[in-house]
């Protein structure tokens, strides 16, 4: 049991886990299909997102069927439920709104307990607010679900493979085996981020505030790795207002995670090197990978989902720009007004980090030679 409790300590060691750089070989074979992120392809991730979705609607109704209905048959091995609750708002009239957050889960096949595992989470917002009239959020954040979809997707036979390379190693049935056995990827599809009238108080994560407080306060089963289900959060990777042309740039905003801003900005650099990202651009989108700890951080001042997890301990990258784009909160938040270059770009960048941080080099590719798990990261 001593060893059991020692595999995997959380938040003090979370930076030895395992994160073996992708090869220059492995990004160049990265997969994008453009005509999925295309506003015309109904049958594409980004399009049936591209509505009118504020919470308790038929718009956003429909849109989560276009979220169940991508994961359970394009990635039936991917966990899909969803956690409910009602809220009034400044709006309501006292009437009760309803929130669904979609949280999509893949643990390794042989996890018991879900205690057991720590996660990297990816996480966007999926409302939209309730004016101006017709307003959709292509930015903020159909885009950045959209990403997310498409990264489940690239690295799920990835994940399959390696899974069961360690299992015919006999590595994750037993035994001291290490961080990877116990490492799992998490999606959340929040609900309710908006205000729907003016961002104060509690007008504002509605979707977010109950679930961080939900998973604080479930206890898992006894004698598991953590605690709650909040604990289990590794890095909560928060996406938000990508893909216009304009001020995409983001800044490195929280010191105890600037070290997986290194690492996303290594992975952009070295995908922009390789030719993989579209937009040209004369500043690169991570452009604080050398910042110092006397510079100025600016967590905690923009908000966001990522507030009441933070509150809570668990440690957050978020990838927003520090400068808002020009369409934001406003109707031009639409379709035309995406810069599709900047939208691909985005999709690649969070599948090559996500695949790195799950240590996939060696199974993204079909043929490639297997990898030696649980390599130790290396600090930058």
């Known amino acids: ?59 956003i ?29 400044p ?21 018991e307990n879900e205690g057991d595992v720590s996660r990297l989470v990816l996480v966007a917002h999926y409302d939209s607010k309730i004016d101006p009239a017709g307003f959709i959020g292509a930015i903020d954040s159909a885009v950045p679900c959209a990403a997310l979809m498409h990264t489940a997707r690239a690295i799920d036979a990835a994940l399959t493979a390696k899974w069961a390379a360690m299992e015919s ?19 959340l599809l929040l609900d309710g981020e908006e205000a729907f009238v003016n961002w104060q108080g509690t007008d504002n994560t509605y979707g977010a505030r109950s679930l961080a407080e939900e998973w604080d306060s479930t206890v898992n089963q006894a004698l598991s790795t953590f605690r709650t289900p909040l604990e289990s959060m590794e890095l909560f990777v928060l996406l938000d207002l990508l893909g ?37 651009r004369d500043q690169p989108l991570f452009y604080e990978a050398d910042k110092k700890e006397t510079d100025q951080w600016l967590g905690g001042q923009v908000g966001d989902d990522h507030e009441p997890f933070m509150a809570r301990g668990v440690e957050i990258l978020h990838i927003i720009p520090g400068r ?31 695949a790195e941080y799950m240590d996939l080099e060696g199974f993204m590719q079909a043929g490639a030679p297997p990898k030696k798990v649980a390599q130790p990261r290396r600090e930058l």
Request: hydrophobic fraction near 40%; charge should be negative; include cysteine.
């Open 91 to 111: 709006l309501s009239h006292g009437k009760e709104v309803p929130f669904r957050n979609i949280i999509i889960t893949r643990d390794p096949p042989w996890i």
């Open 61 to 89: 109704a429909k849109v989560q069927e276009h979220f169940a209905n991508f994961f359970r048959e394009e990635v039936p091995k991917w966990k899909f439920t969803f956690q409910n609750s009602t809220s009034t708002t």
């Open 244 to 280: 216009s042309k304009d001020h995409q740039q983001v800044p490195s905003y929280f010191k105890m995670t600037h070290w997986a801003y290194q690492r996303i900005a290594q992975v952009e650099g070295r995908l922009r090197g390789a030719g993989r990202l579209k937009a040209k």
């Open 169 to 187: 190693e006999g590595i994750g049935s037993g035994g001291f085996d290490g961080f990877e056995a116990h490492k799992g990827v998490q999606i």
């Open 1 to 59: 049991m001593l060893l059991k409790q020692l595999l995997l300590l959380p938040c003090a060691l979370r930076t030895a886990l395992a994160y073996t750089t992708l090869t220059d070989l492995t990004l160049e074979s990265l997969a994008l299909d453009s005509n999925d992120f295309s506003a015309s392809n109904g049958d594409g991730l980004l399009a049936p997102i591209l509505v009118p979705r504020v919470p308790g609607t038929e718009g």
């Open 324 to 354: 808002f784009p020009d369409v934001w909160h406003t109707i031009k938040d639409d379709a035309e007004h995406l810069d599709m270059d900047t939208v691909e770009d985005w999709a690649m960048i969070t599948t090559a980090f996500a």
